[in-house]
């Protein structure tokens, strides 16, 4: 365990936690709606600092990330604890679950691990929402910094901006879920807010970290096709650049929903580009996942069946246009 570095003392041993936008309030002995942080004796403590759920070395595609250093291999890890509750979650088990195998490391250990599996380029938070193990990412990052890895969060953005003002500039990317342009889904579903999630993708985007955004489309839930207009637009006011990944649903936890069929998903997927620079499908088998040249439709980088890069000096080889790829 370690004291959580963001709560207040209310009177009586009752604190508020104020990691993210629920800002539990606790008493003593009990726990936050994410299940990861504990009241003791009106001091409050994330109580899986150090303790991992899922640690697996996964290529960067996975995350999903296409536009940052593309087809390197990055060490993810994932705690247990998360702070919405979204019925069609693949990770339950150990976002929602009570039973989990537990692995206990220091952020020396992550960082010495990470370093001994080179040529990966550094860690990834993930699996669960990391925003609920911040104090362990936290210092697992700085240590990552000192040693040139790079640090990854890939998150569903519900996080209050002092807390992400302050891991931002340890991040190199993120990949944030946007599930839905509509707060009824974001209540009813996750229990969570959208505006919350879209200031925390302009605050990333303001820090300078690359930024990814995935959209999980669920066939008559959160498919209204107006209202992912809506969402393309207001990405495409930060920066039209920015690669969106539209996912397809599969059955999972508690929904039992049919998967989402593959022709919308890649309707909506040409809806986007029209908009969106850069846009992916994920989740459908033996779509295309090259990148192309948004202004003459050229080739840029080919994944599939292997890695091979036209880009020159950061532009396109063949009509000069800038392409942002971290490489």
């Known amino acids: 365990m370690k004291e959580s570095r963001y709560y ?4 009586n041993g009752v604190v508020r936690c104020t990691i993210c936008p629920h800002n539990c309030i606790i008493k003593i002995g009990r726990k936050g709606f994410c299940q990861a942080i504990q009241n003791f004796d009106g001091k409050l403590f994330s109580i899986n600092y150090g303790q991992i759920t ?3 070395l996964d290529p960067i595609e996975k995350k999903p990330l296409y536009h940052y250093r593309p087809g390197s291999l990055i060490l993810s890890i994932g705690s247990f604890g998360c702070n919405f509750r979204c019925g069609f979650c693949q990770n339950h088990t150990i976002s929602m679950g009570k039973e989990y195998d537990v692995v206990h490391r220091s952020p020396k250990q992550i960082v010495e691990k990470a370093i001994a599996l080179r040529p990966n380029i550094g860690i990834a938070y993930t699996y669960n929402e990391p925003i609920i193990f911040f104090e362990f990412m936290r210092d697992i990052a700085i240590e990552a910094k000192n040693n040139n890895l790079d640090n990854i969060l890939v998150s569903n953005g519900f996080i209050n901006k002092e807390p992400l003002n302050e891991i931002s500039p340890l991040l190199d990317a993120a990949n944030i879920d946007l599930k839905a342009f509509n707060n009824e889904f974001y ?6 807010k959208l505006n919350d999630v879209l200031n925390t993708i302009e605050i990333l985007y303001d820090n300078n970290v690359h930024l990814e955004i995935t959209h999980l489309l669920i066939q008559g839930f959160n498919d209204n096709i107006k209202e ?3 969402m393309i637009k207001w990405i495409a006011a930060i920066d039209k650049t920015i690669p969106l990944h539209i996912s397809r649903y599969y059955p999972a936890y508690k929904f039992t929903a049919s998967a ?5 998903i890649k309707h909506y997927a040409d809806v986007a580009k029209e908009v969106l620079d850069y846009v992916y499908i994920g989740n459908v ?7 192309y040249c948004p202004k003459c439709h050229h080739l840029v980088l080919r994944r599939d ?13 063949n ?6 790829i971290v490489f």
Do not use: Q, W
């Not at 207040?8 to 009177?11: I, L, Q, R, S």
């Open 187 to 192: 209540e009813k579903i996750t229990r969570g």
């Open 54 to 56: 899922a640690i697996h």
């Open 8 to 11: 207040e003392e209310m009177g």
């Open 285 to 291: 088998a033996y779509v295309d996942r090259n990148t």
């Open 305 to 317: 069946p292997y890695y091979e890069s036209y880009i020159v000096n950061g532009k396109c080889e």
């Open 319 to 324: 009509c000069g246009a800038d392409i942002p």
């Open 260 to 264: 989402t069929n593959a022709s919308l």
């Open 228 to 230: 992912f207009k809506k």
